[in-house]
């Protein structure tokens, strides 16, 4: 049963590709510019062209280590400041003021201000972080104040304090607020990743092929690029849940 299951979601997921792409097919044969909207075939014909060369990859590979340089820097700190605001009612007085900033600010507005200040490869990094540290911060700051008091008081019973317990009681229990920020900043830091390297233009990136293709009026490169994010991004974020899933 559960196996018929599968195979008609599976089934409906598959139709449901096949409807979309058909849209597309038609769009682009109705609109009859290929150069600036490509059919599906054109752009997957691109997409393998690019997967041909060595420049392709070695963008691939930088936008990917730049996300998760940017995710891992939001993890670290979110870690640290929930910690001290959940210890301290004057840190997380102080905190929520940057916290709620951030988060209101418009992603091109940190780009802009980042531009003036650093070098361009260094912005996209950073815009990521930015963007992803109210979201860990505000979700990991749930997750501690969400910790049994009975937990606390059985860790003290048996001795556990300081670096134990925050490894073993805090992170444990709050490991499901951990794994929901998680989820949310694996798209939202590829966003910004990308957003922050088409304004920088660093050479080595994916935003700048999508800056180049546009600037060229190239529909089937744009769209190659666009293709290539989407399927890093998604890949990105299944090897993300599925390491979340053995913790």
Known sequence: MQNKTGEKRIGRKVLAALLWLAIWQAAAVGYGRSFVLPSPVLTCQR??????????WMS?????LRVASGLLLACLLGFACAWAAHRSGLARDILAVPAATIRSVPVMSVILIAL????????PVFVSFLMCFPVMYTNILQGFDSVPREYRELAKVYGIEGGRFFGRVMIPASMGYIKAGLSLCAGLSWKSTVAAEVLSSPRVSMGYHLLTAKMYVDGPSLFAWTAGIVLLSIAFEKCLKALLRRW
């Open 47 to 56: 997409l393998a062209q690019l997967c041909t060369q060595g420049a392709f």
């Open 60 to 64: 691939c590979a930088t936008t990917l």
């Open 116 to 123: 003036l200040a650093m070098r361009s490869a260094a912005v």
